[in-house]
Structure formats: C-alpha cells, structure tokens
C-alpha cells in the first residue's frame, strides 16, 4: 500500500519505508506556491523564481493516492479524453475544478486545463441517427454529403466547463489552460485514418484542405469564446510527427496544415494569450514555422527524437521549451534515485537562461511507480529555484 502525504514545513523529510509494506511517499516542502504568473512569465521569456512545472495529463491512480480519494484524472472523471473519441473518450466531464486545484496546490502545479481536442466532426447514419465519425469510414468528396458539421452546442459542451474552472480558480493564483486543436491527428486517428489521409493529402489535397478548413473555423472560434470566458493560456495539440520525422514531407505539411493552424490560433495572438503547442515525434523543421507566428512553446520534446542540450542551444533563446524527462526512463522503470539525477542534469542545461517547462514526455499514466512521480515532483523544486 502507498500513501502521498505532506511534509511538515519544517522538515527535509524524503522517500523512506515504514513498517515494512507501508512506503510513505512524501512531497517535500518547495518555496512559492502554485501561481499562474510564474508560468506565463516562462512563457513570454520572462525572470521566475522558479522553474515551473506543468503536467497535461496525471492519471487516476496517481491523482487517488495524492487526493486521498478518487477524482478522476486530470483531464476528466470517468474516462480519458486523451485517450482519443472512443472508448470512453467523448463528452467527458473534465475533473472538478476543486479537485483539480487541490491538486496543483498540493504539488505547486502553477495551472490546470481543459481538454477540447478532437474535431467533432459528426455523420448522418442511415437510420437518421447523428453520431460522432470516429471509424475512419471517410475517403472521398461523396462522403461529404453525409457530413455534419460541428456547431455552437459542440462548443457549448466544453465551454461550460471552462466557465467552471475559471470561476473556482479565482483569486487562487492558478491559471487556467484551453487545450483544444487536434486537426491533422483528429482525421488521422479517427475520420480518414493514417494510410489513407497520408495519401489524400498527396492525391485530393483540395478535399483535405476542405476538411482541415472547416475544422480550423470550429476551433478558432472555440479558441475566441474560451478566451472570452477568461482562459490564460491556450494550448494546441496535434501529433505531426514520428520519431524519425514528420508524417509527410515539410513542403507539404506547410501548405496543408500550418495556414489552418494559424488560423485556428489567432484569436490568441490577437489577444496576447500565450500559445503552447505539443506534438511527439521529431519537429525540427516546424520549430522555426512556430517561432515565426509567435507560438511560446513547445512540448513535449519527445526524448526519442530529440536531443534537449541540442535544443537548448537552437532554440532555447527564442521559444520556450517544456518536457523531455522521459516516461520510459527514469519515470517508468527507474529508481526514485535515478528520477532526481535526470531531473538535475535536465536542470543543469535547461534551466540556465529561463525558458523550461518542466514535465514528462508525455504525461504522468498509471504505468510510473507513484514514488517516482513523487520524486520528480520533489526535483523540479529542489532544483529549480533561481
């Protein structure tokens, strides 16, 4: 049995074993507490006290063991909307904003978001039923006169909880992140699918672009009313890339997705709300393309691809970077002492000058060992002060 407690604030208390089977994982006492202005000024380039941290994703187990209770996971309570539009995955009721500020209080978390990905993109059955196209059942132009749009009640159904979260979050300090966008991977993973979208785009470029258009409309104007309902940060995520490269050719995915991402993203510029964007994979070309429209970071600098003291040194002065301790290893399958080493090595390159985001590579799931989540946790503030 595992149990995460505070610290007393008078003590330097860390990891030990107690009677036993009992591992009592305690959270170390770290100086200033959660607060959106840390991660903004990080984001814009700015001086902090310290390096933020910020996680899109912490899994249930985790969250039950922190909490004491069961909550859901971070990005919603009865299922994992990260985990796509199947399965549990669409209208998911994001974790209450009570929970989830505990939480971020609790591990000096400076934010917490809402998860609006994925298009939904919808189709009229034969039956007259109306259901999500999540079956990637759409391969060309005859397939649009069975096309339903996403509309005003889509966004409603996120909106409402974005209300949510910034009302409760008021005078806590902690920020509120939008995280929508997921344009080329929402027809990928469930319209079109992988193999035949890689070869729409190269053979019916028109047809494409005409579904990537219509989404980057929904999300741009989703983007604005969630910025009007008061979010601090935007967040885009879409995976373009392998860990060799990028799905398609660079020329090609420069005219068939960055003007929709583009446009889907300048209701933020137009009113200075910071731009994150994640994709996994090697990004190299697409850092530039981002720096040039003002996006302020990019995450989650997938070990697999890429090299952080080498991004330090190309980019490192000019977006913010935000990630890179690796799921795999330490997080997954090492010790609580080999997270500590990684995490201070990552803080030797990447802290100096500003400009890092603290995180996993990907997000903290239910596979990590709690006391190893617990010891980056203690890491980024034992190491991350100014």
Not at 221 to 250: C, M, Q, S
Not at 359 to 373: G, K, L, Q, R
Request: negative net charge; proline residues 4%.
């Amino acid at each position: 049995m595992m149990m995460s407690c505070f610290v007393p604030r008078d003590s330097d208390a860390r990891l030990f074993v107690v009677k036993g089977n009992i591992l009592m994982i305690y959270l170390n006492r770290f100086v200033g507490p959660a607060n959106k202005e840390r991660l903004i000024d990080c984001l814009r380039g700015r001086s902090v006290d310290r390096v933020p941290h910020f996680e899109i994703l912490i899994e249930d187990t985790h969250v039950e063991r922190l909490l004491g209770r069961k909550a859901g996971n971070t990005l919603g309570v009865g299922g994992n909307p990260a985990k796509g539009i199947k399965e549990k995955g669409e209208n998911i009721r994001p974790m209450h904003a009570r929970d989830y500020l505990e939480l971020c209080q609790m591990i000096g978390q400076d934010a917490m978001a809402v998860k609006a990905s994925w298009t939904p993109i919808k189709v009229c059955k034969s039956d007259g039923t109306i259901a999500l196209l999540k079956d990637r059942s759409f391969k060309g132009e005859a397939d649009l006169d069975r096309i339903v749009w996403p509309d005003e009640t889509d966004m409603e159904e996120r909106l409402q909880y974005v209300r949510e979260y910034v009302s409760a979050a008021k005078s806590t300090g902690i920020g509120v992140i939008f995280n929508c966008g997921s344009l080329f991977q929402t027809l990928c993973e469930y319209v079109v699918g992988m193999h035949d979208c890689l070869i729409m785009v190269m053979e019916k470029i028109d047809l494409f672009k005409e579904i990537m258009s219509r989404s980057a409309d929904y999300f741009a104007e989703l983007t604005r009313k969630a910025i009007e309902a008061g979010v601090d940060i935007i967040y885009f995520g879409d995976d373009i890339a392998f860990n060799t490269g990028l799905f398609i050719r660079p020329e090609i995915l420069k005219d068939a997705w960055l003007p929709y991402f583009e446009h889907m993203s300048e209701p933020a510029r137009q009113k200075r709300i910071p731009i994150m964007f994640h994709s996994d994979g090697k990004i190299d070309e697409v850092v530039e393309w981002l720096i040039d429209i003002g996006v302020d970071s990019i995450n989650p600098m997938d070990p697999s691809a890429i090299d952080y003291r080498v991004y330090k040194k190309r980019y490192g002065d000019r977006i913010t970077l935000h990630g890179n301790i690796d799921l795999t290893w330490p997080l997954a399958t090492g010790t609580p002492e080999d997270v500590e080493t990684d995490v201070k090595a990552h803080m030797e390159v990447l802290k100096q000058g500003g400009r890092w985001i603290a995180s996993s590579s990907h997000s903290i799931v239910d596979y990590i060992p709690h006391e190893n989540f617990v010891a980056m946790i203690n890491a980024f503030h034992k190491y991350g002060l100014y």
